[in-house]
């Protein structure tokens, strides 16, 4: 079996994103299934190794192709953007552009077929931004460079899928871009997803907007004229969509299994429940015990599934970041690859 070819981006080099790259590929296991190549920095990589306290043998080159084959990880050096210290645990402009840059040769490799798919470390969205590159996040930079227009962040862990018809917007603003062309969009971006994945056709649940499902419009009219209209037009494509539900009622409905999958309406609608069953915070040491989940951005011509947590500068350099999530993220790029 030709064993997929994965480009993971290091992320911003002063999170935790190199300590959890560092943790997963000492994994032996992860080898079996693919091939990986770090996009980073050299000295970043070591560097992480010493918080991590592990490290595994790696090829590095610089130039702007990758090798027909490699043994093991390899390593695309670029400390073009670095300086002699880097920083950690800190928002700078220095770190935000070396993740843009490194994340934008992923894609490109990509666009090239000389990677099956791309797994990115997390970036820091302020650090991006003073780095000049204006975007909310990986997920706005990868439809950029790919040139799409319809596109949607889902998270995966295990039976717990949930994707976004909004994501990276003003809570104020939420309501103007909730309309039929939208959200029947997402839910197609969805169901063609989900019957990759899962091997066949899923049933969807769609959340409402607004409190009990609008309450026949009293709580607002977005269930009447962009939501269920949606549904009822994917219905009619042959999609098994229901819905508006009420979020607070419904995702203990797709944790017992009689869903595949939720369409939440904004970020946190699909973001909190999906983080209360899938990271864990210990009590005693008031510290995360687990953070699983996999972010796979939807509608793109190439393959994306990134960790399900930011930067972490708090955990940045002490070795305690866990690998679980960046883990998840790679078995599903495998997956979807394959």
Known sequence: MIKPRLAVTMGDPA???PEIIAKALSHSETLLHC??????SKRVLERAFQFAQTSFPYQTWSNGNLPDSWPGVALFNDEERLCDAIPLAQVDAVCGDCAYAWLVRAIQWAKEKQIDAIVTAPLHKEALNQAGHHYAGHTEILADETGVKDFSL?????RFRV???TCHVAIKDVSSFIT?????CVIRLFDAALTRIDGKRPIIAVCSLNPHAGEGGLFGREEI?????AIAQCSAEGITAYGPYPPDSIYPQLAGGKFDGVVAMYHDQGHIPFKMS??????HTQEWKTVAGVNVTLGLPIIRTSVDHGTAFDLAGTGKASERSLLDAIDAAVKLAG
Request: glycine share 12%; proline share 9%.
């Open 278 to 283: 899938n990271f864990a915070f210990d009590p």
């Open 35 to 40: 091939q990986p190549v770090i996009v980073g």
């Open 154 to 158: 889902m998270l995966i862990s295990g």
């Open 15 to 17: 999170g935790v994103g």
């Open 163 to 165: 994707t976004h018809v």
């Open 180 to 184: 039929q062309e939208r959200v029947a």
């Open 225 to 229: 004229d962009a939501i269920r209209p």
